[in-house]
Structure formats: C-alpha cells, structure tokens
C-alpha cells in the first residue's frame, strides 16, 4: 500500500510539473531570459561608457581643484616659491580641501628641482622609494615625473603616471598643472594623484541607478509577458478541451471562442494564427463527423445489403431442406441463391479494393494505350445489362491523326473507372434510355483528354455534387429499389488521383448526371 501510495503520489507530481512547465509557461521563462540577458548586456555597454564618463568626471574635478590653488596664489600676491611659506596654513588648509573634494587624493605642490615642497599625503610606498633632500627632508620626485617640461595648460594622466605608483594596488589619474603668480611666473607645479576602483564606482553608480529600474522592469515584464501567455494559451485550452471530448466520441463539440465565433462567416475572422488553427480545428472536427457518419451509413448499408441476400439464400435452402420447394423448381431458385451470392462476392471485392487503395497496396503499371478502344471494351463487357434495359450508347470518340488517342496510365486500373462509370449510369438510366460515353482533345491545349459519361436518368441534386465521390456515400436517388455500396465513385476518384488527375460530376444535356476526367495524352 504504501508503495503504491508513493506511485500515486509520483504520479500527481509528475503531472503538476507537466502542467506547471508547459509549452507556454516554457515560452513566458525563454521571454523572460531572453529580456534579462539583453538587460545584462546593456548594462555591461553603458558599463563602459559610464566608466568613461566618471573618469572624464573625476578629471575635470581634479582640473578645477588644481586651479582653485593656482587663484589662492593670485588672491594672496605670491610672487616667488619662497613667499608660499608666508601664508602656509592657508597653503596646507588648501591642499586637504583639495583632497578632499576630490575623493582623497594626494596633492603636492613641487619646485622645478621636482623637490615637493606641500603635500596633503603620500602612499607609503613612495615614502620608502622616493629620494629626500639633505636640507629641507622634503621628498624629491624623479625629473620624468616632476612635470617640469609641461606646457602652460597641464596635463591629465590616467595610466599610474608614468610608473610611479606601480607599487600601488588600483587604478591611478593624475592631473598636473603648473602653478602661475599674478604677473605669470613660474611658482611651482600642483599635483593631484587620486586611486580610483572603477569596477566599485560604476557597480555603486548602477546599484543606485539601474538596480531599482531593473527589478520594476523585470517585474512589469513578467506580469505583461505571463498575461499574455495566458491570453495566448486560452485558445489552445480550449482547443485541447475539444480535442478531448473528440476523442472521447464527442462530434458535436467546436474550438469556440467568443471572440474568434463574433464573427457572421468565416472571412470576418480576423486572419491571424490561432483563428485559422481554430478553424482548421472545427473543419478537421466536421470532417471527422461526416466521416463518422458515413461510416455508419456504409456499416448499415452493408449490413442491410448483406442480410436480404443472406435472408433469401437461407429462405431458399430451407425451403429446398423441408420440401416446400419441389425439385422442379430448385433449379430456379438455385439460380437465384448464385445470384446473390455473385452480388455478396463484388460487394466484398469492392470493400476490398478501398482498402487496398487506402493502404497504398495497389501496385499501378503505367504505359501507352489507346483510350478509344479500352471505352469499346468496357461497353461490350456490359452488353447483357444495356440490352436487357434496352438502352442506347452514344459514342462521340475523337481521333488524332485519323488513329486513336494514346494516353498514359494503368489500363486495367483505368479500366475499373470506365466500368463503374459505364455501370452507374446503366444502373440508374430508366429503359429505353441514353447513355453518352466521348472523348474530347479541349482545344488550345494538347496535353490532356477529356473523357465523359452522361446518361439520361434522374440526375444529381446539387447540394449532392460535391459528396457523390466520398467514401461510403450513397445519394438519395440509389436507395430507391437499387442496391450498391457507395464505394464505386469512391474508387473512381482515388485511382484517378494516383494518376495526378481529376473527377467532377454535374447534371448533364441528358437529363442525367455527367462524369469528366482527364487523362495525360502519350
């Protein structure tokens, strides 16, 4: 028990994963991937372009610190570098606003020896490295890195500045301007070396920025993309829902939605994919359904054309057995029993030849023949039936070049069309009627002949024209005392079709109904 409990339990939950991570729930997370990864990589674009704009940021910050020094000079008349030590709290006051303002830098301000003279700090790497003066102890930078032979206007670094904080973790900018008096000479020049983490500043920067915007736009996207997954998949619900009870036996059932089924007719419908799947859905269903119905049309067909024979052989027998039927008369009536039993044999060979054609087991043997003289034959194989109705045969047979039309095909296969179409229309001509059998080369054209069966009998309701070649359809006029199994147009059209041809039928000049096919000329 508890094992089968487990199955069970195994089972649901199986199916509640099928259910939960189905086609359109799969297609809603491959949405939602696919709008975060082009998120991630527009993020990692602006990325760039964002570090690029906060080192421009930090430059210009770093340009306009360095000439706040140089105006301190001016305000204050500072006329050589040894006036600097007249005002230097200002002067240091200066330098730690300076680094201050700009995220802690260093800042120094250096003679031309490269001596620094001021300076808010130092790395203490340089501290070791660097060089110091014998008299003042004032650290001494190398002459490359002095700035001594910068123009007037400075310049910015944004590569470690020449080496000089290689023994420094981070990346480095460095922004070094010379320093002028009132009357433009030379003070010194002003150094700003600040360490900067791009990665954490433009991580910060998209943490405030973009982290809140993109967890409302992921948000908005899944509601949006799962609401019209929803709305997608309604139809197709639905249409599983059908399909459903189609399967259970439910014909009657249709893919109806209301807004796919406003519509008056069908070219109302708005022509997208799901109206035409719902449609195609519905026409697969009605065919299904009259396929369905005649196949119990053709079971209660076969099954009443089976059993009056069987009822009248058995009837006989058992007349003959009892002595009810003198033996004077048995010959007739055995004659009778033979006859059945050939009508039993044809309709049997009949149902057999649709499986056949239906399972594609009809090996065809194509080549020339003469169509005019394969009509001749068919009529005289049914010479019996046309003379015992008295009928006339009106044959109209066109010629090319004096001789027979060759055409291309299976003889004996074309062969049964002409002969359930040459018995169709003796089976439902009254007597003393007409019977037309042509061929007809259409003119302009010299690929194709035309042939066709006409006869003067009832005819073809017109809303029956285009079901007379179904499977198993009978039409109204050959249940009146007539027996057949609503296969033989059937036939005709499936053997025509494995040719690459047509059939059509239509009320002909004789009254009664008409037959055209082509076939392809040799």
Known sequence: ???????????????????????????????????????????????????????????????????????????????????????????????????????????????GSGEIRFMSDMPETLKTSLSRSLNSHNYILPHKQSGAELTLQGANFDNGYGGLFKGEKGKWLSTVKPIYNYYGSNLGILQIHQRTDFWQDVTLYLINGWLITLIIAIIVALIVIFAFI????????????????????????????????????????????????????????????????????????????????????????????????????????????????????????????????????????????????????????????????????????????????????????LQRVLQNLLNNAVKFTPESGIISISTILPKGQKRFVQVQVADSGPGIPDNELNLVFDRFYKADRSRTGRSGSGLGLFICKTILSAHGQTISAQNGSLGGACFKFTLPLA
């Open 230 to 413: 929803h709305q997608l998949s309604r139809p197709m619900r639905a249409l599983a829902a059908a399909a459903h009870a189609v399967a259970l036996g439910d014909f009657e059932t249709r893919g109806n939605l209301p807004e796919y089924m406003s519509a008056k007719n069908e070219d109302e419908y708005e022509r997208d994919d799901l109206s035409n799947l719902i449609m195609t859905f519905n026409q697969m269903i009605e065919q299904l359904e009259h396929n369905n119905s005649q196949q119990r049309d053709f079971i209660a067909s076969i099954s009443h054309d089976l059993k009056t024979p069987l009822t009248s052989i058995n009837g006989f027998v058992s007349g003959m057995l009892d002595g009810v039927i003198t033996p004077e008369q048995h010959e007739h009536y055995l004659k009778i029993v033979k006859s059945e039993c050939a009508r039993m044999v044809k309709l049997v060979g009949e149902i057999n030849t649709v499986i056949q054609l239906e399972n594609n087991k009809v090996q065809y043997n194509f080549g020339e023949f003469d169509i005019n003289s394969l009509i001749k034959e068919v009529i005289l194989s049914q010479e019996i039936q046309i003379n015992e109705k008295k009928l006339t045969i009106q044959t109209d047979l066109a010629t090319k070049e004096g001789n027979g039309i060759k055409v291309v095909g299976d003889r004996e296969q």
């Open 1 to 111: 028990m508890a094992w089968l409990r487990g199955q069970r339990l195994t089972k649901m939950s199986d199916g509640a994963y099928h259910r939960f991570f189905n086609l359109y729930t799969k297609t809603g997370l491959l949405m939602c991937l696919t709008f975060l990864l082009g998120f991630v990589l527009l993020t990692l674009s602006y990325y760039n372009i964002l570090a690029t704009s906060i080192n421009r940021t930090r430059l210009s910050e770093m340009q306009k610190a360095a000439q706040s020094f140089e105006d301190l000079c001016v305000d204050e008349h500072i006329y050589q570098v040894s006036d600097l030590y007249r005002i230097k709290d200002k002067i240091i006051d200066r330098l730690k606003i300076v680094a201050a303002t700009t995220n802690n830098s260093y800042v120094w301000l250096i003679d």
